[in-house]
T-cell receptor
Framework: GAGVSQSPSNKVTEKGKDVELRCDPI?????LYWYRQRLGQGLEFLIY????????KSGLPSDRFSAERTGESVSTLTIQRTQQEDSAVYLC????????????FGEGSWLTVV | QKEVEQDPGPLSVPEGAIVSLNCTYS??????FMWYRQYSRKGPELLMY????GNKEDGRFTAQVDKSSKYISLFIRDSQPSDSATYLC???????????FGKGTRLSVIA
C-alpha cells in the first residue's frame, strides 16, 4: 500500500495476556519508529529501527516490551503480561532514513487492557 | 523542564479567524521542525516541515522557526471547521533520528 499499515487497528485484551502489534512501513523506507500515545497525551518514543537493527531502544518502558524488524520490512511490537497502564494507541512511523527525510505515521493500533 | 512544551488548550475560535499555535523547546541542537495534525482516533498527518530557522508557507498554513528564541509557531489563516483537530509540534536533531513531540494543542473552529 501507499502508507504505513498497522494491525490490528483495535485490540481488547485481558490483563496478563501477551499482545503483538504489527507495522508494515512504506516501501523503500529504511527507518521505522514506534511511539505510544496515551489518552490526551503527546507521543512517547519507544524504539527506532534503521534496517533491522535498533540503534535506539531508550523509550521501551519495561522489559515486558520488545520489538523486532525483519530486514527493511515488517516490524512487530510485543507487550508481554499486559497491564492496564499499557492501554494506549501504539503508532508506527517510517522514513527513508536519510538526512532531512520526513516521517510518516500509520493510523495506530488502539490497545485496551481490561 | 520538558524538552518540548506546548499548551494543550483547548483553543476555540470562530470560523475565519487566524489561529496561532506555538511550541518552545530546550535543546538548541534541534534542526528539523514539524507540525502534525491529528484528527480524533487517527494517526498524525504531516502538515509542515522546516529545516533550521525561517518561515515556510503552504496555502493557509505558515510555519515559523526562531532558533535564537527556541520557539516555533504555526499560523492558520481563514480557519475552517475542518481544521478542528489536535496539532502536534515535533522536532529532531537530524532527519533520521526519532522525533520529540509536544503534547499537542486541541483546536476547535466553530462555524
Amino acid at each position: 500500500g501507499a502508507g504505513v499499515s498497522q494491525s490490528p487497528s483495535n485490540k481488547v485484551t485481558e490483563k496478563g495476556k501477551d499482545v503483538e502489534l504489527r507495522c508494515d512501513p512504506i516501501s523503500g523506507h529504511t527507518a521505522l519508529y514506534w511511539y505510544r500515545q496515551r489518552l490526551g497525551q503527546g507521543l512517547e518514543f519507544l524504539i527506532y529501527f534503521q534496517g533491522n537493527s535498533a540503534p535506539d531502544k531508550s523509550g521501551l518502558p519495561s522489559d515486558r516490551f520488545s520489538a523486532e524488524r525483519t530486514g527493511e520490512s515488517v516490524s512487530t511490537l510485543t507487550i508481554q503480561r499486559t497491564q492496564q497502564e499499557d492501554s494506549a494507541v501504539y503508532l508506527c512511523a517510517s522514513s527513508r532514513g536519510q538526512q532531512g527525510n520526513t516521517i510518516y505515521f500509520g493510523e495506530g493500533s488502539w490497545l485496551t487492557v481490561v | 523542564q520538558k524538552e518540548v512544551e506546548q499548551d494543550p488548550g483547548p483553543l476555540s475560535v470562530p470560523e475565519g479567524a487566524i489561529v496561532s499555535l506555538n511550541c518552545t523547546y530546550s535543546n538548541s541542537a534541534f534542526q528539523y521542525f514539524m507540525w502534525y495534525r491529528q484528527y480524533s482516533r487517527k494517526g498524525p498527518e504531516l502538515l509542515m516541515y522546516t529545516y533550521s530557522s525561517g518561515n515556510k508557507e503552504d496555502g493557509r498554513f505558515t510555519a515559523q522557526v526562531d532558533k535564537s528564541s527556541k520557539y516555533i509557531s504555526l499560523f492558520i489563516r481563514d480557519s475552517q471547521p475542518s481544521d478542528s483537530a489536535t496539532y502536534l509540534c515535533a522536532m529532531t536533531l537530524s532527519g533520521n533520528t526519532p522525533l520529540v513531540f509536544g503534547k499537542g494543542t486541541r483546536l476547535s473552529v466553530i462555524a
